[in-house]
């Protein structure tokens, strides 16, 4: 079946330094790939999406790329700031397959 | 525009009572989910719904049944609850079919403990 690996966190970074977070995915097919943000007491909301192999998603400063090659949709930004701090989930999913497939999110904290 | 709206937000219970937890959405969308977030263990889906008039488990379904009222509104009841029930549940939705892959909506969550 499909999964979707994160890289582990938490992830903590001084503000402006450069952010990656790692995804790769497991999948038949061409999924479309996501990513959403989580801030505390909330719940997800989309970033950034991908629908096809080397499509580029882009929002707030963040972009990832669909590499169909190496299975990957890493998350970066160039300069973070506190406000971004906040649980990131990679997920995928395939047309008309019903149902999402999420990682297990990384944790985010920027520091001033 | 509401999206994605939850109730309660918050509830606690003793073990063996029952509770339905409400979702409602206003987006038009066909598609319903319930999950479960748990520290450490990320999202986990207990029952979706692909339509109206559908319903399918998802990975942890065991203590859960959902209803899938209308297209607007898809509930999930807890008929005995334990305390490994205990997690913040999220509803979520979507528009499936051939409208292309489009990324799922969430509500704010319910925060449910159980004693």
């Known amino acids: ?112 | 525009n509401a999206g994605v709206t939850q109730t309660p937000k918050f509830q606690v219970l003793k073990t063996g009572q029952s509770m339905t937890l409400q979702c409602a959405q206003d987006m038009n969308h066909n598609s319903m989910y319930w999950y479960r977030q748990d520290p450490g263990m990320g999202l986990r889906l207990i029952y979706y719904s692909a339509s109206e008039g559908t319903t399918d488990k998802g990975e942890v379904p065991n203590g859960y049944n959902v209803s899938r009222l209308n297209k607007r509104e898809f509930s999930l009841r807890l008929e005995s609850a334990a305390p490994s029930q205990t997690s913040v549940y999220f509803c979520a939705s979507t528009r499936q079919g051939d409208h292309g892959n489009q990324p799922q909506h969430f509500g704010d969550g319910t925060r449910l403990s159980i004693l």
């Open chain 1, 1 to 112: 079946g499909d999964s979707v690996t994160q890289m582990e966190g938490p992830v903590t970074l001084s503000e402006e330094a450069f952010l990656t977070i790692n995804c790769t995915y497991t999948a038949t097919g061409y999924p479309s790939l996501f990513w959403y943000v989580q801030y505390p007491g909330e719940g997800l909301q989309l970033l950034l999406k991908a629908t096809k192999a080397d499509d580029k998603g882009s929002n707030k400063g963040f972009e990832a790329t669909y590499r169909k090659e190496t299975t990957s949709f890493h998350l970066e930004k160039g300069s973070v700031q506190v406000s971004d701090s906040a649980v990131y989930f990679c997920a995928l999913t395939h047309t008309n397959a019903g149902k999402s497939t999420f990682g297990d999110g990384t944790t985010l904290t920027v520091k001033p």
